[in-house]
Each structure stands twice: as structure tokens, then as C-alpha cells.
Nanobody, 116 residues
């Protein structure tokens, strides 16, 4: 059964950092790409960044470039989102996405709150 499970969300002060994890089952290689999206209150779900799992290339939303980094660990079937210099605009539910040819899969999301 294909499954994506996020973890690592929480409360962080402005300027702080968090690392989100997404564990894929049965395998990270079930997908051709994986990525992170976020949805703030009353907003649509937007792309944060994604990684092409065959090429290793990444791309990011302009709003997070230089602050967020996507990485992966094939042995752990995991993709990570390192978030630095967080601000109030980054507060949202973050969702892991996995793209298969013909199908999209989503995790249930993890909440990130940025507040002093």
C-alpha cells in the first residue's frame, strides 16, 4: 500500500529552523518525484519545493529559495525539508506529495506554527 507520512512539524520562533520528514512506503522509488506543499488558513495549497528522484534536481517556490532545502535518504525511504529563517508567512500545514505516473499521493500533513 502506498503511503506517505510526515513528521517534524511544531512551534518555532521567527528566525528559527525546523526539519520536516516524509517517509514513503513501500519505497521512495515508487515515485518519480516527491515534494512539499503547504496550505495556510484560508489559502490554497501551494508548492514549496520538489525533487526529481531520478535526476536529483530540485526546484523551489520563490518565497522559500535560499531558506528551504529538500534532500533525501534512499536507505530510509525518506525525503526531508530543511526550513531556515522561518517567518510568520511560513506558518501552514505542510503536505508531502509523491508523484507516480498517473497517480498522485499525499500525506496527511504536519502543522508548522511560527510565533514568538
Amino acid at each position: 500500500q502506498v503511503q506517505l507520512v510526515e513528521s517534524g512539524g511544531g512551534l518555532v520562533q521567527p528566525g528559527g529552523s525546523l526539519r520536516l520528514s516524509c517517509t514513503a512506503a513501500p519505497s521512495i522509488f515508487s515515485f518519480y518525484e516527491m515534494g512539499w506543499y503547504r496550505q495556510g488558513p484560508g489559502k490554497q495549497r501551494d508548492l514549496v519545493g520538489r525533487i526529481d528522484l531520478s535526476r536529483g534536481s530540485t526546484n523551489y517556490a520563490d518565497s522559500v529559495k535560499g531558506r528551504f532545502t529538500i534532500s533525501r535518504d534512499n536507505a530510509k525511504n525518506a525525503v526531508y525539508l530543511q526550513m531556515n529563517s522561518l517567518n510568520a508567512e511560513d506558518a501552514a500545514v505542510y503536505y508531502c506529495h509523491g508523484g507516480m505516473y498517473g497517480n498522485d499521493y499525499w500525506g496527511k500533513g504536519t502543522q508548522v506554527t511560527v510565533s514568538s
